[in-house]
């Protein structure tokens, strides 16, 4: 087990075992956008696949009562050990999506899902892709949170959910207004290609995902809101 450089506003590093992911650009974008939220001590907060639980022990800092998901049982350890470690307390619950929460709403749900386009059309079922992969053009959990969204939110909540651009960030926007969502891009980030993306940079040249001369990608957070 690893100690991850970046944990926010806290004196311990996050813990990120191999096969859990460990905060990075995407994660401090999203809890950049999180801090902007008006969460108090009555504000009910959902992390939707929690990874290292960096954003559920955010959330549970500003003051919010978080519950975190994630189908990982190693990923639901870590984030516990984590927050046990922040001396935040954090509900956590293991499964698949909002299927682990039915029958809960909430004020703010939050997500940094898979988003990594991949070769493979099946989803990885173990290991360290586990933690990225997600299907041809990088939506497999992107659409299923835009459209399971409305059953966990209560009215005037909003979801928070960073993803690249590469996996189309205007299909995102349709999905969610198509649910009745109002939604935007709250916050955009140029950043370095990471290790997978340059294992994968010929493949999504190809697929016409990339352009040959970059070595950037663009990360987005959305914001939508029930009205």
């Not at 590093?13 to 990075?24: H, M, R």
């Not at 399971?148 to 996996?167: I, M, T």
């Not at 205007?170 to 709250?186: C, F, M, N, P, Y």
Request: aromatic share 4%; glycine share 8%; with cysteine.
């Amino acid at each position: 087990m690893t100690a991850d450089a970046w944990a926010p506003r806290t004196g311990v590093p996050a813990l990120t075992p191999p096969g859990v992911y460990a905060p990075q650009w995407d994660t401090r974008l999203l809890t950049r956008a999180l801090s902007r939220e008006d969460i108090g001590m009555a504000t009910e907060v959902l992390d939707l696949g929690t990874g290292s639980g960096a954003l559920a022990v955010q959330a549970a800092r500003l003051g919010a009562r978080v519950t975190a998901v994630d189908i990982s049982r190693l990923a639901v350890l870590t984030a516990r050990i984590n927050a046990r470690l922040a001396g935040q307390r954090v509900h956590f619950r293991r499964g698949d999506l909002t299927a682990a929460v039915p029958g809960r709403s909430y004020d703010l749900v939050v997500s940094n899902p898979p988003y990594v386009p991949s070769p493979d059309t099946a989803l990885p079922r173990r290991g360290l892709a586990r933690a990225w992969d997600a299907g041809r053009d990088g939506r497999a959990f992107i659409d299923r949170i835009c459209a399971e969204a409305p059953s966990v939110l209560n009215p005037g909540g909003a979801l928070l959910l960073v993803h690249s651009s590469l996996c189309d960030t205007r299909a995102t926007l349709r999905r969610l207004a198509d649910v009745g969502l109002s939604a935007t891009v709250t916050d955009r980030a140029a950043v370095p290609y990471g290790p997978v993306l340059r294992s994968r940079q010929r493949w999504l040249v190809q697929q016409g995902l990339l352009d040959g001369d970059e070595d950037r990608e663009e990360l987005v957070v959305v914001r939508a809101e029930r009205a």
